[in-house]
């Protein structure tokens, strides 16, 4: 039970730093980027695998 509340719990933290990311992304680069939701996809997908992975090892042992 506790490990839906930590993967909701990351979820939510995922998207919101991926938001962040991607708009401190877009005022590096001046102005929005094209295919904003693929970028997205990308940062959320590559940031869920780390931290879903670093929560499977620590529930395994």
């Not at 992304?25 to 295919?35: D, T």
């Amino acid at each position: 039970m506790i490990e839906i509340i930590i993967y909701t719990v990351s979820g939510i933290l995922l998207y919101v730093i991926a938001d962040a990311a991607l708009s401190a992304i877009e005022k590096l680069h001046g102005e929005p980027i094209p295919h904003r939701s693929v970028v997205f996809f990308i940062i959320i997908f590559l940031m869920a695998v780390i931290l879903f992975q670093g929560i499977n090892l620590a529930y395994s042992q």
